[in-house]
Antibody, heavy 121, light 108 residues
Framework: EVQLVESGGGLVQPGRSLRLSCAASGFTFDDYAMHWVRQAPGKGLEWVSGISWNSGSIGYADSVKGRFTISRDNAKNSLYLQMNSVRAEDMALYYC??????????????WGQGTLVTVSS | EIVLTQSPATLSLSPGERATLSCGAS???????LAWYQQKPGLAPSLLIYDASSRATGIPDRFSGSGSGTDFTLTISRLEPEDSAVYYCQQYGSSPLTFGGGTKVQIK
């Protein structure tokens, strides 16, 4: 059974940094791309970033480009999102999501339950 | 960036009725790389349809997807009470990946 467990969310002040983590199990982690997708309270889904199976190809939404960095550690079956210069509009539930194929230009076939990032001074 | 526009915003139908949800793209979606997801309140989304018309594992055949180019449709042939949810389309053919704004399906 595929399991994706996010952690690292919490309260962060505008302009500060936060690092999200995702522990994956139940599938061969280094065969698949991974994504971060977020959902602001009461709003729709927004793709944030994707990373290929070997970290060789990465993509970002324009809204986070230059501020957020996605990475993965295949030895630890883990995905990360380093969030710098956090803004009020970054407040959302952040989902870790498994890609359907190895390249990041792919759909999501499994989702975690999310970790909440709250931005407030 | 490909902008996906979903309509209607809300759909209110009775059990057994047919639901037709639309997803329009601002540019052609390459290779029909379009997916549909269902999200029930308080839960993470789940995959329904990929490559515009292929059902994901375990999805009942009352759910079907169609379309190509810039116009895509999700059809629920006979609504069940458990189909009450928000439905999102997503394109994954062009960077950045984008989602539509969602259609809320309410069962009367």
């Amino acid at each position: 059974e595929v399991q994706l467990v996010e952690s690292g969310g919490g309260l962060v002040q505008p302009g500060r940094s936060l690092r999200l983590s995702c522990a994956a199990s139940g599938f061969t982690f280094d065969d698949y791309a991974m994504h971060w997708v977020r959902q602001a309270p009461g709003k729709g889904l927004e793709w944030v970033s994707g990373i290929s199976w070997n970290s060789g190809s990465i993509g970002y939404a324009d809204s986070v480009k230059g501020r957020f960095t996605i990475s993965r550690d295949n030895a630890k079956n883990s995905l990360y999102l380093q969030m710098n210069s956090v803004r009020a509009e970054d407040m959302a539930l952040y989902y870790c999501a498994k890609g359907y194929t190895s390249g990041w230009h792919t759909l999501v076939d499994y989702w975690g339950q999310g970790t909440l990032v709250t931005v407030s001074s | 960036e490909i902008v996906l526009t979903q309509s209607p915003a809300t759909l209110s139908l009775s059990p057994g009725e047919r639901a037709t949800l639309s997803c329009g793209a601002s540019q052609r979606v390459s290779s029909r790389y379009l997916a549909w997801y269902q999200q029930k309140p308080g839960l993470a989304p789940s995959l329904l349809i990929y490559d515009a018309s292929s059902r994901a594992t375990g999805i009942p055949d009352r759910f079907s997807g169609s379309g190509s180019g810039t116009d895509f449709t999700l059809t629920i042939s006979r609504l069940e009470p458990e189909d009450s949810a928000v439905y999102y389309c997503q394109q994954y053919g062009s960077s950045p990946l984008t989602f539509g704004g969602g259609t809320k399906v309410q069962i009367k």
